[in-house]
T-cell receptor
Framework: DAEITQSPRHKITETGRQVTLACHQT?????MFWYRQDLGHGLRLIHY???????NKGEVSDGYSVSRSNTEDLPLTLESAASSQTSVYFC???????????FGAGTRLSVL | GIQVEQSPPDLILQEGANSTLRCNFS?????LQWFHQNPWGQLINLFY???GTKQNGRLSATTVATERYSLLYISSSQTTDSGVYFC???????????FGEGTQLTVNP
């Protein structure tokens, strides 16, 4: 079955370190998205991609970057981790036409 | 940007009760999706419903796009329905979803 996998599931890092969160989907979807979810709130869009070599900034993109070198993967990099980036991060993908988004299980990141 | 408001923010039910969750949005949308986030954090798409009514078992959803709201109905609730229900809308300009703050549902046995 097709799926979307995030790794690691949990990560603890220190302020100032660079961190990369992985997202891999086997749906062959064109669109991929990264969201963050802070305690007790909805999801906010960080970055998204409509295809290989395409990346776009979302609502809360400062301090984050992504690159899309193939269809399956959209890694999210925190350039210099800050305590304000402690959150749960979700990756999602969708086909262009339907727009139904399928989510990974999430990565819980703590920046100390 | 578009605003998405969900109500109520919290809802506590006894098993077997019915409930209605509401989602209001501030502008025209290309599509609307309902998600359930279970207590373990997993997000599952329930409905893709830009307009009209859909049903899936005990759950159904109705979107009235012209009046900018959507309703999610849960009938004969079960403890496994507990979690957070999110409404998310896609603005007409692309496939980016804007999420509401969610409704926290607790179903007690």
């Amino acid at each position: 079955d097709a799926e979307i996998t995030q790794s690691p599931r949990h990560k603890i890092t220190e302020t100032g370190r660079q961190v990369t969160l992985a997202c891999h989907q086997t749906w062959n979807h064109n669109n991929m998205f990264w969201y963050r979810q802070d305690l007790g709130h909805g999801l906010r869009l960080i970055h998204y991609s409509y295809g290989v070599h395409d990346t776009n900034k979302g609502e809360v993109s400062d301090g984050y970057s992504v690159s899309r070198s193939n269809t399956e993967d959209l890694p999210l990099t925190l350039e210099s981790a800050a305590s304000s980036q402690t959150s749960v991060y979700f990756c999602a993908s969708s086909e262009w036409t339907s727009g139904i988004q399928y989510f990974g299980a999430g990565t819980r990141l703590s920046v100390l | 940007g578009i605003q998405v408001e969900q109500s109520p923010p919290d809802l506590i039910l006894q098993e077997g009760a019915n409930s209605t969750l509401r989602c209001n949005f501030s502008d025209s949308v290309n599509n609307l999706q309902w998600f359930h986030q279970n207590p373990w954090g997993q997000l599952i798409n329930l409905f893709y419903i830009p307009s009209g009514t859909k049903q899936n078992g005990r759950l159904s959803a109705t979107t009235v796009a012209t009046e900018r709201y959507s309703l999610l109905y849960i009938s004969s609730s079960q403890t496994t329905d507990s979690g957070v229900y999110f409404c998310a809308v896609e603005e007409t300009s692309g496939s980016r979803l804007t999420f509401g703050e969610g409704t926290q549902l607790t179903v007690n046995p």
